[in-house]
């Protein structure tokens, strides 16, 4: 079983950056499609940018499309997160995730293991 380890998070002002890490162990990390999530108080956990086993497909949501990066390093077991330009509304907790498959996903069921999260807080 793969476990995650989140790191990066921090207060921000609006219009900053922050680089999010997930170290993976155990399991085999440069099989499984990888993810990262958010939620903020009081909402549902959402789906923020998802990468394929090799690092060659990635995915975004709306939100965060041409603000934030997904990348992997399969020799350093890494997946980062890359935030540019951020927002108010991007203060939430981000959770790295992934499933067992290679292809991406982007529903919270879908996942296999997480991470337990870390805090980012943009302010205006």
């Known amino acids: 079983q793969v476990q995650l380890v989140e790191s990066g998070g921090g207060l921000v002002q609006a219009g900053g950056s922050l680089r999010l890490s997930c170290a993976a162990s155990?399991?085999?990390?440069?099989?499984?499609?990888m993810s990262w999530f958010r939620q903020a108080p009081g909402k549902e956990r959402e789906f923020v940018a998802a990468i394929n086993w090799s690092g060659s497909v990635t995915y975004y949501a709306d939100s965060v499309k041409g603000r934030f990066t997904i990348s992997r390093d399969n020799v350093k077991n890494m997946v980062y997160l890359q935030m540019n330009s951020l927002k108010p509304e991007d203060t939430a907790v981000y959770y790295c995730?992934?499933?067992?498959?290679?292809?991406?996903?982007?529903?919270?069921?879908?996942?296999?293991?997480w991470g337990k999260g870390t805090q980012v807080t943009v302010s205006s």
């Open positions: 155990r399991g085999t990390f440069s099989s499984n499609a």
């Open positions: 995730a992934g499933h067992r498959g290679r292809g991406i996903l982007t529903t919270t069921g879908g996942m296999d293991f």
